[in-house]
């Protein structure tokens, strides 16, 4: 199977860390998330890897040549862009996506069982398939249901609020390349809405793993601590 793997962002919003590292090479625990994210992907089947590099590519590079003779059932394969193109623009011009393929974020932190999300992907026959994370927010304020004329029908107080968000992982199909510029920004978002513009069938595939969009300090140093407590979990043995 085969997955692209999105690590050539800036990592802006873990400053000043990406300035020496780019953020795809930051240790959880003692492991650059990289380097979890394709020893995951190895243990559930992906033997065909490719990584989108751009800020700080040449460390990465360095780093997957290394990661390359411990994991020599894979085939890992960098794929160096010029400029920043967003989370979907690029993928057009990647080599051999001519069969259903994994997408995903080089920040994340996850148990998801990817073999079995693309099999889900497979049997919705859709051309495109987002992981989905409900995402449960505490509201700090009472919430009132309101008609449109203004009647009030009921008021919660402080009521937890569920939100479906995307895990920045998707399950693609090769004809969704078409809508995707080879050499230009596109964000995964903006995919969506033109496939759904279009009619295409687009799929969410809500998650109950864990998931953790490692962004911002806070959830790094989150991620520091659910690894250790967990790592059996995000790396099963063998992986």
Not at 53 to 70: A, N, T
Not at 90 to 99: I, M, N
Not at 151 to 163: C, F, T
């Amino acid at each position: 199977m085969k997955a692209v793997i999105l690590a050539a962002g800036k990592g802006t919003r873990l400053l000043p860390y990406t300035r020496v590292l780019p953020k795809p090479l930051l240790p959880i625990g003692e492991t650059p998330m990289l380097e979890i994210l394709v020893r995951q992907l190895a243990h559930y089947g992906f033997d065909e890897q490719m990584i989108t590099v751009h800020h700080l590519g040449d460390l990465i590079e360095l780093f997957v040549e290394k990661l390359q003779r411990q994991l020599p059932q894979v085939r890992l394969m960098l794929v160096k862009q010029s400029k920043l193109m967003g989370t979907a623009g690029g993928v057009s011009a990647l080599p051999g996506l001519d069969e259903p393929f994994l997408l995903l974020n080089a920040d994340l932190l996850t148990t998801m069982n990817y073999a079995h999300f693309m099999e889900y992907h497979r049997q919705t026959h859709g051309v495109l398939t987002v992981g989905v994370h409900l995402n449960r927010v505490k509201s700090a304020f009472g919430v009132l249901d309101l008609r449109a004329d203004g009647q009030v029908m009921g008021y919660r107080e402080k009521p937890e609020l569920e939100h479906p968000i995307s895990m920045g992982i998707y399950g693609c199909n090769p004809g969704l390349l078409q809508y995707i510029p080879p050499d230009d920004f596109l964000d995964a978002p903006d995919l969506v809405n033109r496939l759904v513009a279009d009619g295409q069938k687009v799929v969410g595939c809500t998650s109950d793993a864990y998931w953790l969009d490692i962004g911002r300090p806070d959830d790094f140093a989150r991620a520091q601590d659910e690894f250790e407590a967990h790592k059996a979990h995000f790396l099963p043995e063998g992986a």
